[in-house]
């Protein structure tokens, strides 16, 4: 690509990269760490130049921008892996793709600056599409979305390490629409703050919306970030 970096001899990184990818039907029950351990092999099998971390137990540089739920399919995933060789974007993607596993697939590639904060820290919300079974008119559902958005505030539980804990969904939720599907189904869409504040869960909206019992599929669409203003 007529870069004249050298590779770094000392394991420096000299490139950062920024993939965007989706996870499909074939693995969505996976874990995010059973995706972690899938991008690491893709990485090592596709002989990418990864710099690794410093320490007793060096690991490969990488960040996923946010895990992914369970059962949850994603279209604009964000990753950024760090390397000791620059490369060109397109010959990065053109390594991994054969690399990966049925359901996994890379969109676009592109450098960014090796300075710029961490992907995580840059999260500001998510996009979800969610297909939900249910034999009621779609008015009565967008009514319900309507009160939703009107309540001051919606208290719920979620457990972590072990524990429930009582937080407050509706400052985490800032756009719901929902449409007529095919027949018996409805479309929602959902915009939920996701950033180091705070990330709402698509689980727990229809859960809310007295829609988490009804058969369903999620999928998040979109991540916004920071740096997209």
Known sequence: MGDERQAARDGTPVQRLRLRFAKGEAIKYISHLDLARTWERAFRRAGLPLAHSQG??????WQLAA???????GQAETLDVW??????????????????????EIGDVEEVDLRAPALETQMRAAGYRAVVRNEEPVEAVASRVRALLEAPSIPCQREHKGKLQTYDLRP???AVTVEAGPEGEHVLLMRLQASPEGAGRPDELLKALGLGLDRHTIERTNLWFEFDK
């Not at 007793?56 to 540089?61: D, I």
């Not at 895990?67 to 399919?73: K, Q, S, Y």
């Not at 991994?96 to 996994?104: F, M, Q």
């Open 56 to 61: 007793f137990n060096p690991r490969p540089r």
């Open 67 to 73: 895990a992914l739920p369970v059962g949850v399919t």
């Open 83 to 104: 390397l000791t060789e620059a490369m060109a974007p397109a010959e990065a993607a053109a390594r991994l793709r054969p690399c990966l596993p049925a359901g996994l």
């Open 172 to 174: 985490l939720i800032q």
